[in-house]
């Protein structure tokens, strides 16, 4: 899915126009990336929560031209699903119900 995906299934469900759902779309990703910059984490019960990881400098390499690199420390966001998030995926299309590779087999016992 796209932003301009998000912002039409926005539009269709709170029946406003194309323009008004893109602006609501832009201001919940405005907040989320104005608190990572500010160091908080954002937490969506029931989806998960946004955070920041900080990642240690380190020599890399330029795969050009082989030489060595200082890169620098920096912060990165992450996103870590919930609980209720990650059994919805998991569910998937068959209804909660377990993979076959998951059930009994079904043939004569050996």
Do not use: H
Not at 66 to 74: D, F, I, L, S
């Amino acid at each position: 899915m796209t932003k301009a995906d998000l912002i039409e299934e926005v539009s269709r469900a709170v029946e406003m126009t194309r323009k008004e759902s893109e602006v609501i779309v832009e201001a919940i990703f405005d907040s989320i990336v104005r608190s990572l910059r500010g160091g908080d984490k954002i937490e969506i019960r029931g989806f998960g929560s946004f955070r920041t990881r900080q990642r240690q400098s380190r020599i890399g390499r330029n795969p050009k031209t082989g030489t060595r690199v200082e890169v620098p420390a920096k912060k990165i966001p992450y996103f870590k699903p919930s609980k209720e998030l990650k059994d919805v995926v998991n569910a998937g299309g068959n209804n909660g119900q377990p993979s076959e590779a998951a059930q009994e087999p079904s043939g004569p016992a050996a």
